[in-house]
């Protein structure tokens, strides 16, 4: 099966050049999808840079 997408950050409609139409609402929804998969614990923090994610994902 397919596997969620892991942000380490949230993601903000201006981070996103290629596609600037995409109204908030679709972000706060892909948010809320992401927060309810760390909450049922399908997702977990790795940190907040690439440094403190490689360190936790060496840890699993």
Not at 37 to 54: C, I, T, V, Y
């Amino acid at each position: 099966g397919s596997q969620p997408a892991v942000t380490l950050t949230p993601v903000k409609e201006e981070d996103l050049e290629i596609s600037p139409r995409i109204p908030l609402s679709a972000l706060a929804s892909f948010d809320a999808e992401i927060e309810g998969d760390r909450k049922a614990g399908r997702l977990k923090k790795l940190g907040h840079s690439a440094k403190e994610a490689a360190e936790e994902l060496s840890r699993s």
